[in-house]
């Protein structure tokens, strides 16, 4: 279940990753101003770069909950 879980967060920060892309360089968000956009779009890779160094960090045999 561990390695299912790693890459679906592969994954999901691949979409956070595309997302903060397509925020920056897309046309569909002109309503927004570039200084939102940009700041949205450091948040979105911020937070990739975060979730994705987390797991790997993470160690095997750890969970996040305890069932002691």
């Not at 968000?29 to 939102?36: C, K, T």
């Not at 979730?51 to 305890?66: A, I, Q, S, Y």
């Amino acid at each position: 279940m561990g390695k299912v879980m790693r890459y679906l967060t592969v994954l999901i920060v691949a979409g956070f990753f595309i997302l903060a892309t397509f925020l920056l360089f897309s046309s569909y968000f002109d309503y927004l101003s570039q200084e939102v956009r940009v700041v949205f779009a450091a948040f979105l890779y911020l937070y990739g770069v975060f979730r994705l160094v987390r797991t790997f960090l993470k160690r095997p045999g750890r969970d996040e909950e305890n069932d002691d």
